[in-house]
């Protein structure tokens, strides 16, 4: 763990536990509610909030808390349409017999995927692509670069992992992009029509490489090969299903390893000492840098996590914590509240808890150090550039911003 914390300006607490997302150290603000306000109900944003440790678990555990208001499983302006479709097949929106199908079937294949040499090799590669990607994209504004690379280079990598060509990267990361921004656009009060018809573009899009991924467009010997093989073996199997999950692969990995690179490179940069290097050779260079990489990661998932909440809905009217709830009462998650222990083993509440646990923490883990092992690699001065305290306007996912402006969408 790095020891030395960095001094951060001293700013008013967040207004309220969304606020928290964006703060530059909302941590203090946690602590509190969750010691004093474990379980409430917060009228400024209409919403219940469980902070405590015993609250979360129970909401996380509550057969009447559901992923999606109910009846409502696909929100109403990506209904009619390819993202909708999408949207509605995802084990993370599903609650049931339709979440029960999927999940341990998906869950038993990312748990196949193995960091052995080769692949880190592969995704080493992966991650230099993203970088020379981030560059064209952005031009020679390191901050804009950076920004654009932790959004990238976590796609590029799991597409290198599970076996997509790499002639397609670039393609799947813009749709991945655009179908995410239309998720986010789809939740607010007027969405507007046009990010919604590209959402609509880009699901039709990935889908249909996602299908041909399956059948066979994917290298013999790749985790899609084998998915697929499996798959046919398997007659209880929902085929449009598996796309749709596969798919969603990506659009998981989209904010939330955006958040873990970003987080950890701030956590590096905010570090950063001017220590005399010994003389290295290349080699030792890049298994020190790894290190690093490594630790810092390991440390953001307990300390500084992507992910800070996630919401649920109440299907049926419930008494959780003492308190009664109505259906179709919201309650905000903040996993972000429970405390991590001292051990560093404890990945805190960063990965969920209970039936919707995210099955992915494995390979995020993997792909993200690599994407800050990139970074140091290239030999970025951090400290120059990622020490800011901005963070995207995002109302779940805590993600270190490091240009002024926001890249556009
Ligand atoms: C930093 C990286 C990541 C973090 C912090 C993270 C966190 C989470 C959390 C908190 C949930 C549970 C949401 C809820 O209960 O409402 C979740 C669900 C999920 N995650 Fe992740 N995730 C990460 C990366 C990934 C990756 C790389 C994948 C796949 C390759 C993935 C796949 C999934 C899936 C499929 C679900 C839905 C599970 C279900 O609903 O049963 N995640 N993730």
């Not at 179908?179 to 959402?199: D, H, N, T, W, Y």
């Not at 030999?379 to 109302?395: F, K, M, N, R, S």
Request: charged share 15%; hydrophobic share 50%; glycine share 6%.
């Amino acid at each position: 763990m790095l020891a030395a914390t960095a001094v951060l300006p001293t700013v008013p607490p967040p207004a309220h536990a969304l606020a928290a997302v964006v703060h530059p150290n909302p941590y203090a603000y946690y602590q509190s509610l969750a010691a004093h306000r474990p379980f409430d109900f917060d009228a400024s944003l209409g919403l219940w909030v469980a902070a405590g440790p015993q609250a979360l678990a129970a909401v996380l555990r509550h057969p009447a808390c559901g992923v999606r208001p109910a009846g409502a499983t696909v929100p109403a302006a990506l209904a009619k349409g390819a993202a909708g479709d999408w949207f509605g097949a995802l084990v993370r929106m599903n609650d049931g017999a339709t979440h029960a199908a999927m999940k341990p079937w998906l869950k038993a294949r990312l748990a196949s995927l193995h960091a052995d040499g080769a692949t880190l090799d592969r995704l080493r590669d992966a991650s230099q692509a993203a970088c020379a990607d981030a560059y064209l994209a952005q031009g020679d504004t390191p901050t804009a670069r950076l920004d654009d690379f932790v959004f990238r280079q976590p796609i590029y990598a799991l597409a290198a992992w599970l076996g997509v060509p790499s002639s397609q990267w670039v393609d799947v990361y813009d749709d991945v992009r655009t179908l995410v921004a239309a998720m986010a656009e789809s939740a607010k009060p007027s969405p507007r029509a046009e990010a919604i018809a590209r959402g609509h573009r880009a699901a039709t899009a990935l889908c249909q490489r996602a299908m041909r991924w399956l059948d066979n467009d994917a290298a013999p010997g790749t985790w899609l090969r084998d998915t697929a093989r499996i798959a046919a073996h398997d007659d209880a199997l929902d085929h449009a299903a598996l796309t749709a999950n596969v798919a969603g692969l990506f659009t998981q990995t989209h904010d939330a390893c955006a958040g873990l690179v970003a987080n950890s490179l701030r956590r590096l940069a905010r570090h950063a000492s001017p220590t005399v290097i010994p003389a290295i050779d290349g080699r030792q260079m890049l298994r020190a840098n790894l290190a690093v990489a490594i630790a810092t990661v390991s440390d953001v998932i307990r300390l500084d996590p992507p992910v800070q909440n996630t919401r649920r809905f109440l299907h049926a009217p419930a008494v959780i914590g003492e308190r009664t709830l109505a259906r179709g009462d919201a309650i905000l998650v903040v996993l972000a509240a429970a405390p991590a222990s001292a051990g560093p083993d404890d990945m805190a509440w960063t990965f969920g808890h209970g039936a919707h646990t995210c099955p992915g923490r494995s390979p995020a883990s993997t792909i993200a150090a690599l994407g800050v092992q990139t970074i140091l690699d290239s030999e970025v001065d951090l400290a120059a550039i990622a020490t800011g305290t901005a963070y995207h306007p995002l109302g779940n996912v805590r993600i270190a911003r490091f240009h002024e402006e926001a890249p556009a969408d």
